[in-house]
């Protein structure tokens, strides 16, 4: 394990990749110098450095990644703001897909009948964004039962549509949303697989 033990909090990681590679001593070393950079702007974003060793710890992974791929001449010209740059990417993406998941919890109401105040909450620049992103994850189905009851149709005119009872129909949308909380989840900073537009 490598400890830098200069910092406070310290910043501990293991000197190998997953796959057992060594990291590069030299990628450790500038860790060491991002370190504080990392704690804060993880405090200023999450008002907690808790997540910040872990942030900083998949960015040397990544960048390990790449060194390893192309090798030495990697083409990095500014190892120590590359490395920042890719944990701050870290950083903002976790942002984003937990801004995300709390939409997908919050899309219970529209379970029930839609009101003027529910469509309210779904306006607004922030809003807009949210559901354009949550939207490229969910399968065709989700999304198009999704975008009818967002409209204003019912259960029962979303059921007539697909040539299933209104309660099928709220249960597949259901299900779909727990789909769509799934992939949301799962997905990894840079490497989100949304849904392909012909899933079912």
């Known amino acids: 394990m490598v400890d830098f033990s200069t910092n406070r909090p310290p910043f501990w990681m293991s000197d190998t990749d ?18 504080p950079r990392v704690l804060w702007i993880t405090e200023r974003e999450l008002k907690d450095t808790a997540r910040a060793a872990e942030i900083l710890d998949r960015a040397v992974r990544v960048v390990a990644r790449i060194i390893h791929r192309r090798g030495p001449q990697a083409g990095i010209l500014d190892p ?6 890719v944990a701050a990417r870290i950083l903002y993406r976790n942002i984003e897909r937990e801004k995300m998941i709390q939409f997908i919890d919050d899309l219970e109401p529209i379970l ?29 189905r989700t999304r198009g039962i999704f975008l009818l009851r967002s409209s204003g149709h019912s259960w029962e005119q979303i059921g007539d549509l697909l040539g299933v009872s209104a309660n099928n129909a709220a249960v597949t949308y259901h299900a779909g949303i727990q789909r769509t909380r799934h992939r949301i989840f799962r997905s990894r900073p840079g490497r989100s697989k949304p849904a392909a537009s012909g899933a079912r």
């Open 18 to 35: 997953r796959f057992g590679r060594p990291v590069p001593p030299s990628l450790l070393g500038i860790a060491q110098l991002v370190w």
């Open 80 to 85: 120590e703001s590359y490395l920042y740059w």
């Open 112 to 140: 029930h009948p839609p009101t003027v105040a529910y469509r309210n909450r779904l306006s607004g620049t922030e809003k807009k964004i949210l559901i354009n992103q949550v939207v490229r994850y969910m399968d065709r």
